[in-house]
C-alpha cells in the first residue's frame, strides 16, 4: 500500500508519532531525536532516522593513567 498519497491523513500521522514514541532514537547514529518534528519516521519499518545527516556523536573523554 503507498502512503505517499495520504501525507495529510491524521491515521498515518497517529501511526508515525506513536512509533516515534516507541522508538526515539535514530537506527543509524543511535542517538536520541528529541523532537518527532526532527524525525523521518518509516511506518512500514517502523524505523526512525534523523531528518537529513545525523548529528556529529558527542566526545567522550577519557582520563589515562600516567605510565610508571
Known sequence: ???SGRAK???LEQLA????AMFPNCHRCGQVIARFE???VRVHAQRVVHRGKCPPPPSV??????TP
Open 9 to 11: 491523513d491524521p491515521k
Open 1 to 3: 500500500m503507498v502512503l
Open 61 to 66: 573523554e577519557q582520563l589515562v593513567p600516567p
Open 17 to 20: 508519532r506513536d512509533v516515534f
Open 38 to 40: 526532527d524525525a523521518d
